[in-house]
């Protein structure tokens, strides 16, 4: 699934592009991407002839503020991509959404397990939606290390599973939390309680710089490429990951072999020897 490098890499992909921009065109192809909307025909009716205010995001999710106080959610579930390209262009397979603009630009997701979803909310519906309940954005609202070790105290999830709870934190995934672990010397597995407050310190002080490499680096795309930038190139970043689908490679730290572990049914790598 794209995470929050991935996403913000495709926000600042389509922000100069969309923002200010008219759509003029909506097409959804396939109904199971538009069933966050009570009515499938509320995505067309809903953004056709109106200007794109800004492209933010939130965690996973791209958010952009519509003219008439809606917003448009883009998330990429499991599979999905955003292709930025010119109308007339060869759609590739399972291209589910197309939306273009008066700047001559169609934005179209490509998502072939239909995992992913877009809807276009008021902001009643915006506010019932389970966007309202994600946590504070991991990039650009982490919350500071005392609030940290407030909520982690006493718990006993493992402190890989709370990284994953979107509620707590938003923008996490299985590839950053494993390398943020990694970073902060933390095994997966440690019961959140378990943790000091320097321990705490350290992991939360480990995830800007984590996210940030993944920025740097466009995102990662892996072997099946089901990430791509929207200009179609892959992420960068596979090559530099410390632990994530590394099993048995040597830690890039201290040369043991990384170990996978199965944490809240997600596998979860990192190493023996500097993980405590």
Avoid at 108 to 132: C, H, K, L, Q, W
Avoid at 138 to 152: C, G, H, I, T
Wanted: hydrophobic share 40%; glycine share 10%; with cysteine.
């Amino acid at each position: 699934m794209p995470e929050l490098p991935e996403v913000e890499t495709v926000r600042r992909s389509l922000a100069p592009a969309l923002e200010g921009a008219r759509v003029v065109s909506v097409e959804v192809h396939h109904p199971r991407l538009a069933r966050h909307n009570e009515r499938p025909a509320d995505i067309a009716d809903r953004l056709r002839g109106r200007i794109i205010r800004r492209v933010g995001r939130t965690g996973k999710y791209l958010l952009a503020d519509v003219e008439g106080n809606l917003t448009w959610v883009t998330h990429l579930g499991m599979s999905g991509r955003i292709e930025l390209t010119d109308p007339g262009r060869v759609m590739q397979p399972h291209t589910h959404v197309v939306v273009g603009t008066d700047r001559g630009r169609e934005m179209r997701m490509v998502d072939p397990r239909t995992f992913g979803f877009v809807a276009v909310y008021t902001p009643e519906e915006f506010n019932a939606s389970t966007i309202a309940d994600l946590g504070r954005d991991a990039l650009n609202d982490l919350p500071r290390s005392p609030v940290w070790v407030r909520r982690m105290a006493g718990r006993r999830v493992a402190v890989k599973v709370l990284l994953l709870d979107q509620t707590f934190v938003a923008g996490l995934g299985n590839i950053y939390a494993d390398e943020v672990l990694h970073r902060a010397g933390i095994r997966p597995d440690r019961p959140v309680g378990s943790l000091n407050n320097d321990e705490i310190k350290r992991l939360r002080a480990s995830v800007h710089p984590i996210l940030q490499a993944g920025l740097r680096w466009g995102g990662t795309s892996l072997d099946d490429l089901a990430y791509l930038l929207p200009d179609g190139r892959a992420g960068r970043y596979l090559d530099r990951l410390r632990v994530y689908g590394r099993r048995g490679l040597p830690c890039r730290r201290d040369g043991t072999a990384i170990e996978r572990t199965v944490i809240g049914g997600r596998s979860s790598f990192w190493c023996p020897a500097c993980q405590k």
